[in-house]
C-alpha cells in the first residue's frame, strides 16, 4: 500500500494562465522540481489530479491537455524532479459548451472521483496521503477522498470557488495552509 501526494496542476506546479491550452505557455512554479524531489525521497508518489475546462469548453481536445501534461513533465524533470506516477483530468464541466463533456460526473472536483481513481490505480491508502491544490475546490475533494490537505497560495486561492454542480461549502478549511509547493512539502514531510 502507497502514500501519495496528490498535486493539482494549475497554481500548484505551474502558473495559472486562466486557460492553458499549449505546452509553451508553460512556467513551472519556482521551487516545484525540488519540492516534487523531497516528497519522492520521502516515499510518496506523485500524481497530479486536474480539472481542465478548457475541454469542456472546446478551447483544447484531451489529446492536447495529454500533450501539455507532457511537456510539463519534461520541463520538471529537466530541473530535476522525479517522474510522476500519473496525471488524472476531468473534462467536464455542468454548463460544458461541447455537449458531450456536459455531465454531472463524479470526477471534477470539488468530487473526490479522480482521487478514488487514482487511489484504485496505484494502490494508495488516501488516509496516509495529501491533496495540495491552490482553491478551496482541492481541498474539499482531497477531504471527501479522505487526504489530509493543504493549501498553497500560489495560485487563483483567493478566487471564488469554481462552479460545481454541487454547493461549496465555503466553511470548509484545509488541514494546512502555506505560501508555497516547497512550503507544502516540507509540512508534510514532517508529518510521517
Known sequence: MNRAVLLDRDGVLVEDAHLLTRPEQIVVLPGVPQALRALDEAGFKLIVVSNQTVVARGLASEAEVRAVNSHLETL??????????????????????LPQYRADCQCRKPRPGLFLQAAREHDIVLPRSFAVGDRITDIIAGAKAGCRTVLVRTGRHADAPIESPEAVDPSARPDHVCATLAAAAGWIVQQK
Open 76 to 97: 520538471l524533470q529537466r530541473a530535476g524532479a522525479p517522474r510522476l506516477a500519473g496525471f488524472y483530468v476531468c473534462p467536464h464541466h455542468p454548463n460544458a459548451t
